[in-house]
């Protein structure tokens, strides 16, 4: 089993259970070079906010896309665009990646900003 599918297989059992709540979920995506961040409904059809290190908003703001100052910056944007669609608690989804660095940076932003989770 490669990093990958170890991951893929960590994340499927995480989203199992958060299926099972029936909440609201924030999912994290991270590459080399950026990191991502969306919020999906509880039956999972629908994405009600996004943020990235791809946005002009964001870039102007970060110098590079894959630190820890760059995944607090959208967790921050995330938090605003989340509220601004009506939710306030959600369920973190790290997806199978490791809660530490720029995946912890982002919860702790969002969590500052408003997010409930």
């Given at each position: 089993?490669?990093?990958?599918?170890?991951?893929?297989?960590?994340?499927r059992?995480?989203?199992?259970?958060?299926?099972?709540?029936?909440?609201?979920?924030?999912?994290?995506?991270?590459?080399?070079?950026?990191?991502?961040?969306?919020?999906?409904?509880?039956?999972?059809?629908?994405?009600?906010?996004?943020?990235?290190?791809?946005?002009?908003?964001?870039?102007?703001?970060i110098?590079?896309?894959?630190?820890?100052?760059?995944?607090?910056?959208?967790?921050?944007?995330?938090?605003?665009?989340?509220?601004?669609?009506?939710?306030?608690?959600?369920?973190?989804?790290?997806?199978?990646?490791?809660?530490?660095?720029?995946?912890?940076?982002?919860?702790?932003?969002?969590?500052?900003?408003?997010?409930?989770?």
């Open positions: 089993m490669d990093k990958k599918a170890a991951r893929l297989r960590r994340a059992k995480t989203r199992a259970k958060i299926a099972d709540l029936n909440k609201v979920r924030l999912c994290v995506f991270r590459t080399n070079n950026h990191i991502y961040a969306q919020v999906i409904s509880a039956e999972g059809d629908k994405v009600l906010a996004s943020a990235s290190t791809l946005e002009a908003d964001v870039r102007s703001d110098k590079y896309g894959s630190n820890t100052d760059a995944a607090a910056v959208v967790g921050k944007r995330i938090a605003e665009k989340a509220k601004a669609a009506g939710v306030e608690t959600v369920a973190f989804d790290r997806a199978g990646f490791q809660y530490h660095g720029r995946v912890k940076a982002l919860a702790e932003a969002a969590r500052e900003n408003g997010l409930s989770f």
